[in-house]
């Protein structure tokens, strides 16, 4: 993709415009579900990490009347165009945001998700690196984490006494 070098974090409507190009490009429609769901993912203001159901949300808002499977749709169209990754957040939904390529984030990240409040936040990419290597010295196997969280307890919970969390 063609970006300007100033400005490597193109803004969320000329995100949206690329994201727009890109459907043509592959002789799609652009409908006004999947440009919606590009809105929404852009947005900065978006928590970074929504379900589906919570792009509905967010849609149904900003034009209401738009059907549910209608924007389940749209995010798996978007997904098969590569322009929206899904992160399997545990045993919850999946979380879905817009493809490093489109917003000119570093792709290269793992996640890691709270167990007890839920919050998924990232880690160095290289997290895994000694781990990746050993099990594909070891067996071959050749290790992806960047699909899924790893999960466990987040600082602020970790020193939150138990008595006083939300249950889980
Ligand atoms: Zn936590």
Redesign the pocket.
Known sequence: MHMDPASPHPTPAQTVDEAVRRIRAHGERVTVARTAVLRVLADPSAPGYLTADGIFAEVNRAAPGVHRTTIYRALDALERLGLVVQTRMGQDAAAYRLAGELTGEDETFVHVR?N????VTRAAGDLLDDAAKRLADDSGFRLDPMGVALTG??A??ATTPASRRAAP
């Open positions: 709270c007890v409040c839920g919050t307890v987040c602020n919970c």
